[in-house]
C-alpha cells in the first residue's frame, strides 16, 4: 500500500526567505506526485504534479519539486516566500494502475514572519 | 477557482439524520472522488466513480453511499449521523479513469451536534 510521510509539522519562515517542505513517500514503483496547498477554510489547490519525464517540476505561485527516486522524495522548493504562501501543505501520492486513489500525508502548516 | 462545485458549503445537523452533499465536477471530467478531511483522520480517500460506474472504494463507512447521475454530477449521502461524522468533505474530479491530477471543490463542512 502506498503511504506518505511529511515529517515536519510546522514550519516557519521570515518572508523573503528560501522554503523547502519535505516528502517522502512509499510506493513499489514510480507513482505520481502532487503537492497541494490549502489555505484556512479552504478547499485544496494543486500546485504541481509528477507523472514522468523531467525529475523537477515546476508548479503555480513559484513552487518547484523534485523527484529523487533514489531518496523516495519529491520535496517543495520556492526560493523566496511571501506572507500569502501561509497554508497548510500536502504531499500526495498516486497509483499508477488499479485504485485511482490519492494518500496524502498529514500535511504542513507553514507560518511567515515579517 | 477549480472548477469543481459543491453544495452546500456548511451543514449542521444533529446525530442520527441523515444529509445529501453535493458535487459537480469540471466540465468534460468524467471522474469523481470523495475524500474526507478530519483533525484526527487527516486527508481520507472514500470513494471513486468514472462515467456513473462506482470504480475504487477507501475507507468508506457502511452508513455512507455514493453515486454519479448521468450528467456526472454526484451526491454523496450519509445516514444515521455521529458526532464523529463532522468533518470537511471534498469532492474532486479528473478527466479520465487512471485519476492523473484530481482538481479539489472548496468543500461542505459538516457539524452534527
Known sequence: AQSVTQPDIHIT?????????????????????????????????????????????????????????????????????????????????????????????????????? | DSGVTQTPKHLITATGQRVTLRCSPRSGDLSVYWYQQSLDQGLQFLIQYYNGEERAKGNILERFSAQQFPDLHSELNLSSLELGDSALYFCASSGGPSGLAQYFGPGTRLLVL
Not at chain 1, 500546485?47 to 533514489?70: M, N, P
Open chain 1, 13 to 114: 519562515v521570515s518572508e523573503g526567505a528560501s522554503l523547502e517542505l519535505r516528502c517522502n513517500y512509499s510506493y513499489g514503483a514510480t507513482p505520481y506526485l502532487f503537492w497541494y496547498v490549502q489555505s484556512p477554510g479552504q478547499g485544496l489547490q494543486l500546485l504541481l504534479k509528477y507523472f514522468s519525464g523531467d525529475t523537477l517540476v515546476q508548479g503555480i505561485k513559484g513552487f518547484e519539486a523534485e523527484f529523487k527516486r533514489s531518496q523516495s522524495s519529491f520535496n517543495l522548493r520556492k526560493p523566496s516566500v511571501h506572507w500569502s504562501d501561509a497554508a497548510e501543505y500536502f504531499c500526495a501520492v498516486g497509483a499508477r494502475s488499479g485504485n485511482e486513489k490519492l494518500t496524502f500525508g498529514t500535511g504542513t502548516r507553514l507560518t511567515i514572519i515579517p
